[in-house]
């Protein structure tokens, strides 16, 4: 299984080159269905070495995460929605945020009253969207500009349960 891939030079050109003439823009609620089906008509002439990491992530050949390092800092809406395509069709529940979410972190103390989005401060592990009957399969994040100290903290419940079955102590069927 392979959980980090780096992006090399001629694939982050490639993916540039198909993203550069579209611009995606969005309201809060309103996305941008043409650039959307612009993109996902390109989907197709991906680089192969992207393709076949997300699709045997999608099909369950590859650990439960991925990192892809190296992806472009420009153009990063497009390039996330273009190779979001291949694991499924990205939405946005109409009472949460945008389909894509800028998140500019800005320094609080600790202890506030601010939540940890947007914030430095601790944000715990948590479900996205679990009140829905049918909640996304995955959750992508695209980091443009890491900072020294920045961190996210992700899980798998999956691997939880393959850990507690693992030790043999009755918890698990």
């Not at 202890?111 to 948590?126: M, P, S, V």
């Not at 500009?145 to 419940?157: D, L, Y």
């Amino acid at each position: 299984m392979r959980n980090i891939i780096d992006v090399n030079e001629t694939t982050r050109n490639a993916i540039v080159g198909l993203v550069g003439d579209i611009s995606y823009d969005q309201n809060l609620r309103d996305q941008n269905e043409a650039a959307i089906a612009h993109l996902h008509n390109r989907v197709n002439k991906l680089p192969e070495d992207i393709c076949s990491v997300l699709e045997g992530f999608r099909d369950g050949q590859e650990a439960p995460w991925i990192v892809l390092s190296g992806m472009p800092t420009e153009k990063y809406s497009e390039t996330l929605l273009l190779v979001s395509k291949i694991l499924g069709f990205p939405f946005a529940h109409a009472q949460e945020a945008e389909l894509v979410c800028a998140v500019k972190p800005r320094k609080e103390a600790e202890g506030t009253n601010q939540t940890a989005f947007f914030t430095w401060n601790r944000f715990d592990l948590h479900t996205e969207l679990p009140y829905l009957s049918a909640p996304p399969d995955y959750l992508i994040l695209y980091c443009v500009h890491n900072v020294a100290g920045g961190f996210t903290i992700t899980s798998s419940a999956q691997v939880a349960f393959d850990s507690l079955a693992s030790q043999d102590n009755g918890l698990t069927p």
